[in-house]
């Protein structure tokens, strides 16, 4: 909002946006920083941020905990924990104690540092807080007020880099996907709680945001694509997955690995649905990976790198054969630990490659056709979903172009939403059908049809 010198700006931006594109990779998640938690009542006084309307003269809203107390749902994650369906996940799971002093659920709904690391005004009842996103304030809570002091003297000051896109993806996963610590099993699933899925652009505007994307915000922060979000917040997602089937703690319970990893429409669907279409190479009656992220990342590197499809495909077919058929070894396990490491070294070296890459209007429009020709492959709920979200995250920044056909874009977008509305009455034939037709949009508006 505040308006400056704007050569000025550009040069700090320029310079700073740099900065966090080469630190991001050691940061701290706000959970496991080892600094003082000062608790959300510090920030919330109407001078700071629990102002009622947003301020004209600040270069942020300054109603940010209002946002967050009346329209964000991770001011009630704490709550959630007292209601009956926690009460009752706890009793199926025979937990020692109650939800709400079970660290593995706290773990998720509220901020939960160390305890050494709880300060005077820190509440567990807070919930999913200021500081469980923007990390424990001890020091830069006193730095970000000081007139003069840049985004990266805060994040110096142990504020957590949430704008930069590598950093926030692995911050909404961590209760989002979960990672080797926060963990949410088959058996929380099937003794109540909601399966998890997450797309990091969507995820943002349904927050909702307590934050402006204005020329100020830019300036201060760097203009991040909401494609460029997108494309990340697969490659983190899956990282997050193969992450955590090839740590031993949690990949095998019983004789199966761990069922949370794996689509859950691939058992939980009613015989004879005709839900298998061969994907990646895959074989019908195999158990499948949850890697709706592979398929979204399929899309981006046959167009941002082509060169390197080949060896995403060989990667992606030897983890699906160590984890079914083919496997005939002494050691499977071993087998499917080390054909995960490999295709996680691979993702890994994807992404700061991801963060370079210029996301130019042409390169989108490629994308946005490689995801648009994959649709067969989409036939089951959670690839459907991430393909759907995939749509409204590049439509954001792409499909307006396409203002001739705004009506029947508008259309099909509902209307794969409401094929989306129902995991158990999911058609895929339905949803692949209406998601196809994006491909006669595009063309039509170019004069190609
Ligand atoms: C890996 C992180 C994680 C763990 C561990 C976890 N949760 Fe959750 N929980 C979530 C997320 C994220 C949601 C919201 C899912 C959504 O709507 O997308 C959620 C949603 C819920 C809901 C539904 C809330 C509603 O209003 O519909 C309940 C109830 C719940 N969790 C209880 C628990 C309990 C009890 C535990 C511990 C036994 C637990 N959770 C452990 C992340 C987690
Ligand atoms: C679930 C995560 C999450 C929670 C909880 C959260 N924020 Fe944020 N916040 C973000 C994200 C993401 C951004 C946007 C990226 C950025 O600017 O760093 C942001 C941006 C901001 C900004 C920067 C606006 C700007 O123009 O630079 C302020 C100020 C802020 N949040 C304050 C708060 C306060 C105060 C609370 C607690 C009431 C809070 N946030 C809770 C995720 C969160
Ligand atoms: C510390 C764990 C944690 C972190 C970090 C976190 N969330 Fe959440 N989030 C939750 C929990 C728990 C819920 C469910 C709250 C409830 O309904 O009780 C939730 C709910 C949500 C919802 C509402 C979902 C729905 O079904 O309506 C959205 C949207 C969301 N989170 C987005 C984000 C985004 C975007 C980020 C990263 C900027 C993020 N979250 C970071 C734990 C977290
Ligand atoms: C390898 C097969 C397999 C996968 C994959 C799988 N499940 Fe299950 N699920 C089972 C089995 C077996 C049971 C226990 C038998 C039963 O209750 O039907 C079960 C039980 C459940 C139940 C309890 C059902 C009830 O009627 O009480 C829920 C809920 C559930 N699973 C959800 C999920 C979710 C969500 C996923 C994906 C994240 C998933 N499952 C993935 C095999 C699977």
Known sequence: MKKGSIASKIWIGAFSFFLWVNSSAE????????????GNVDCASSTCHGSVVPWNQSSVLQNEYLTWKNADRHSQSYQGLLS???????????????????????????HNPDKKFQGANFSLQDGVGCESCHGNAEKWGVSHTKKGVTHQENIKNGLYPTSQPVALAKLCNSCHVGNTTNFASHRLMAAGHPRLSIEINTFLKIQPPHYLVDEDYKFRKGDISPVKKWAIGQ???????????????????????????????????????????????????VLRLNDSGLLMLRAIIQVAFPDKLGQFNSLVTGLDQSLSEKNTLANPLENIQDNTKK???????????????????????????????????????????????????????????????????????????????????????????????FTQFLQVQNGVQ
């Not at 701290?28 to 000062?38: A, R």
């Open 343 to 437: 295709l996680l070294l691979f993702i890994q070296q994807m992404v700061p490659a991801l963060e370079a890459y210029p996301f130019r209007p042409e390169k989108i429009r490629e994308i946005f056709l490689a995801l648009v020709k994959g649709s067969p492959d989409y036939s089951n709920y959670a690839d459907a979903e991430q393909a759907y979200m995939a749509l409204s995250s590049i439509g954001e920044v792409y499909l307006q172009n396409y203002s001739k056909n705004a009506i029947q874009i508008k259309n099909s977008m509902a209307q794969l939403s409401k094929e989306l509305a129902n995991k158990d009455q999911f058609q895929s034939q339905n949803f692949i059908k209406e998601y196809s037709k």
């Open 27 to 38: 940061t701290l998640l706000p959970q496991n920083m080892k600094s003082m938690s000062v």
């Open 84 to 110: 009956q369906k926690s009460i009752q996940i706890a009793k199926k799971l025979s937990l020692p104690q109650p939800a709400h002093l079970t660290t593995q659920c706290l773990n998720c709904h509220t």
């Open 235 to 285: 490659a983190e997602t899956i990282t997050a997955r193969l992450e955590m089937l090839s740590d031993p703690k949690r990949n095998h319970q019983g004789i199966f690995p761990e069922l949370a990893l794996f689509e859950c429409s691939a058992c939980h669907h009613p015989l004879g649905s005709q839900q298998r279409t061969s994907k990646i190479n895959q074989a019908p009656g």
